[in-house]
C-alpha cells in the first residue's frame, strides 16, 4: 500500500490525509462500531494506515452524542496523533438544554463546544464545524463566538457544512469585515451522482480559498464496487436504511463507469476516489468504515491510481447531469 498523501485545508496551516475517516458509523446501530470494541478497532486501523482526519458531530450514533463518547475513550493516549473534526448546529434533542431553534448563537455554541470536549475527553477540537445554517442568528455573532473559542484554546479552526454560496460569501466578508477568523473548509455533498455543489459551492469554495470536504463522496457506498443491479451487502447503510439507492441508481452508466476501470485494471472505488481528489480545492475525501479492513481498502484505492487530465475529464461527462 503507498502511502498516504496530506494536504493543506484551503489556505490554512492546518494539514490533514487526503482520506479521512468519517464517524458518523460510530456508535451507529447494527454495525460493528455500535461497541466500543468496534470503534476502537477502525480507529485504531486508520491511525495505523495514516489517516489523521477524523470527522464527527455531536449529533452522531444511536444516541446523540454516542460517536463522540465513543471516540473519547478510544483516543485516550492518542490524541495528538489526529485531525479531530467535530460539528454543531443540528437538533441535540434537549442535550444541550433548550435551544429554541437558535443553534448558531453565542448561547448555545458555548453550551454544545463544552458538551463536545467531555464527551471526546479533550482539551481542544481542531476543526470546529457549523453543522447547518442558522436563519435566526447572524453570523456575525457566529463567528464571533467562534473567535473567542479560538482565542480560549478551546478550537483550533472553524469549518462549515451544507452552506450554500451566498452563505459561504456572506460568511466570509463577515469575518473581513469584523476582523473575525474566517471558516477554512466547507463540507457539502458531493459524489458522481450529487454534482450540485459545482453550480454555486465549489465555486466560493475556490474563490476564498477554503478546503472542501464532501461527505458521501461514495454516494452511501454505492461507488465502493460492492452493488449491483440486484442489491449489495445486507449489513451495509444502503441495504439498511436507503435501498432505495440502489433502486434508482444510473445502472447503465454505472456498468459502463465499471467496464471502463477493469479495461485500466483499476478498481471502481480507486478511480473514483481519484476523481474527487482531481477536483480544485478538495482536500480530503471524508469515508466511513464500519470495519478496520475497510480502512485498509479505502486507503490502498486513494494512493494506487493516477488518472491523466483526460480521464478525470471523461468520468465527469460519463456522470454529467
Known amino acids: 500500500m503507498a502511502q498516504i498523501e496530506y494536504r493543506r485545508l484551503g489556505n490554512s496551516g492546518l494539514t490533514v490525509s ?7 458509523n460510530f456508535g451507529r446501530a447494527g454495525t460493528a462500531t455500535q461497541t466500543q470494541e468496534g470503534t476502537n478497532a477502525v480507529i485504531d486501523a486508520a491511525i495505523g494506515a495514516g489517516v489523521t482526519l477524523f470527522d464527527t458531530a455531536d449529533i452522531y450514533g444511536a444516541e446523540r452524542g454516542q460517536s463522540e463518547t465513543l471516540m473519547g475513550h478510544a483516543l485516550q493516549g492518542k490524541r495528538d496523533q489526529i485531525v479531530l473534526a467535530t460539528k454543531f448546529g443540528m437538533d441535540m434533542g434537549g442535550a444541550n438544554g433548550p435551544d429554541w431553534g437558535a443553534r448558531g448563537s453565542r448561547r448555545y455554541i458555548r453550551l454544545a463546544v463544552e458538551a463536545s470536549l467531555r464527551r471526546l475527553q479533550t482539551d481542544w477540537i481542531d476543526l470546529y464545524q457549523l453543522h447547518v445554517p442558522d436563519a ?15 482565542a480560549e484554546g478551546k478550537i483550533r479552526y472553524i469549518g462549515h457544512s ?9 460568511a466570509e466578508f463577515t469575518a473581513r469585515l469584523h476582523g473575525h477568523p474566517r471558516f477554512i473548509s466547507s463540507q457539502n455533498e458531493y459524489s458522481l451522482l450529487v454534482r450540485d455543489a459545482e453550480d454555486e459551492v465549489l465555486p466560493a469554495v475556490n474563490a476564498y480559498g477554503l478546503g472542501f470536504l464532501p461527505f458521501f463522496p461514495l454516494y452511501n457506498g454505492l461507488f465502493t464496487g460492492k452493488f449491483s443491479r440486484s442489491g449489495g451487502p445486507a ?12 433502486e434508482n441508481a444510473p445502472w447503465d452508466t454505472i456498468e459502463r463507469y465499471q467496464a471502463w476501470c477493469d479495461e485500466r485494471g483499476v ?3 480507486a478511480a473514483t476516489m481519484a476523481w474527487l481528489l482531481a477536483q480544485p480545492s478538495l482536500t480530503s475525501v471524508i469515508a466511513g468504515a464500519t470495519r478496520p479492513e475497510q480502512i485498509e481498502q479505502n486507503a490502498t484505492a486513494a494512493t ?3 488518472p491523466s487530465a483526460e480521464e478525470v475529464a471523461f468520468i ?6
Open 162 to 170: 451544507n452552506l450554500a454560496g451566498w452563505q459561504i460569501a456572506e
Open 136 to 150: 435566526s442568528t447572524p453570523i456575525e455573532e457566529t463567528l464571533s463566538t467562534l473567535d473567542d473559542l479560538i
Open 304 to 306: 494506487s491510481w493516477k
Open 235 to 246: 449489513d451495509s447503510r444502503i441495504m439498511m436504511i436507503r435501498p432505495h439507492l440502489v
Open 316 to 321: 465527469s461527462e460519463l456522470f454529467a447531469a
Open 18 to 24: 487526503t482520506i479521512g475517516l468519517g464517524c458518523n
Open 267 to 269: 478498481t471502481m472505488l
